[in-house]
């Protein structure tokens, strides 16, 4: 069964370091995801790529998280620099058609520690 | 006011016993509703579509009431296996298709 594959798994990283996380999506699915989730609560949309574009970031941000998918196959979600409060996990979803009934498929995630 | 909000529990229960959430939302304007389950340090994975005439998939029963804006799901004859954290999600009326998730209900079932 096709997955959508994340890396790395677990980052520990100090405040103000540059951290990458990298997400690639099951082949096929148009529609992209990284969502954030802090212990205790539900995933938050950070972004959305409809291929190569940017369709929704409303949450995401922007001084210091950048997200791209250049080829519009897999993506990269950069934080720069890192804070204490970014600690959490990042999850990398896909779909194929957001305009239809339809399933996201989470990837692994990767759990931050910012120290 | 959250979105799609959710009691978090802990629900703790017996093995067989039937045990239900439920989740609200504020957007009149959601049009399709979810459950994912998400085991401890896990990815989230759907679990069952929900619609407005409600529907079943085994031991699992989801309902939709529009009017109160309101989402339930019922387990029935529980098993130690259904231990996780439930996640109520509204679909957005946007043509993105953002899904808004509630911040998951835990349930532990008991031998």
Redesign the interface.
Known sequence: EAEVAQSPRYKITEKSQAVAFWCDPISGHATLYWYRQILGQGPELLVQFQDESVVDDSQLPKDRFSAERLKGVDSTLKIQPAELGDSAMYLCASSTNPGTVYEQYFGPGTRLTVT | RKE?EQD?GPFNVPEGATVAFNCTYSNSASQ?FFWYRQDC??????LM?VYSSGNEDGRFTAQLNRASQYISLLIRDSKLSDSATY?C?AKSS??????I????TTLQVKP
């Open positions: 799609v978090p399709s340090r896990k990815e989230p994975k759907l579509s996640l999600v946007s043509n993105t298709g953002k899904l998730f509630g911040q998951g």
